[in-house]
Nanobody
C-alpha cells in the first residue's frame, strides 16, 4: 500500500518556523521527485517546492523562495520542508505529493509515474 504521511504542522506566530515531514512507503522512493503543495481556504491547491529524485535539484514557488527549504533523507524515505519566516498567508493545508516537476516558474504535480498524495497537515500562522 502506497502511503505518504505528513507531520509537523501546527500553529505558529508570524516570523516563526515549522518543519514538515513526509514519510513515504509502498513505492520506490528513489525513483520519484517529491514535492509539497498547499491549499488555503477558498483557494486552489498550489505547488510550493519539489526535490528531484537524485536530490540534486530543488524548486520553489516564488512566494516561498528564501524562506522554505526542501530536503530528503533517502535512507529514511522521508522528505522535509523547513519553513522559516512564516507569514499569515502561508496558512494552509500542506500536502506531500509524488512525483512533481518544475513548470512555468512554479511546481506542478504529476509526471510519467503514478501520482500519490498524502492526507495533508494543517499549518496556521497567526499575525
Amino acid at each position: 500500500e502506497v502511503q505518504l504521511v505528513e507531520s509537523g504542522g501546527g500553529l505558529v506566530q508570524a516570523g516563526g518556523s515549522l518543519r514538515l515531514s513526509c514519510a513515504a512507503s509502498g513505492f520506490t522512493f528513489d525513483d520519484y521527485a517529491i514535492g509539497w503543495f498547499r491549499q488555503a481556504p477558498g483557494k486552489e491547491r498550489e505547488g510550493v517546492s519539489c526535490i528531484s529524485s537524485s536530490n540534486e535539484a530543488t524548486y520553489y514557488a516564488e512566494s516561498v523562495k528564501g524562506r522554505f527549504t526542501i530536503s530528503s533523507d533517502n535512507a529514511k524515505n522521508t522528505v522535509y520542508l523547513q519553513m522559516n519566516s512564516l507569514k499569515p498567508e502561508d496558512t494552509a493545508v500542506y500536502y506531500c505529493e509524488a512525483p512533481c516537476q518544475p513548470y512555468g516558474g512554479t511546481v506542478v504535480a504529476g509526471g510519467s509515474l503514478n501520482t500519490y498524495w498524502g492526507q495533508g497537515t494543517q499549518v496556521t500562522v497567526s499575525s
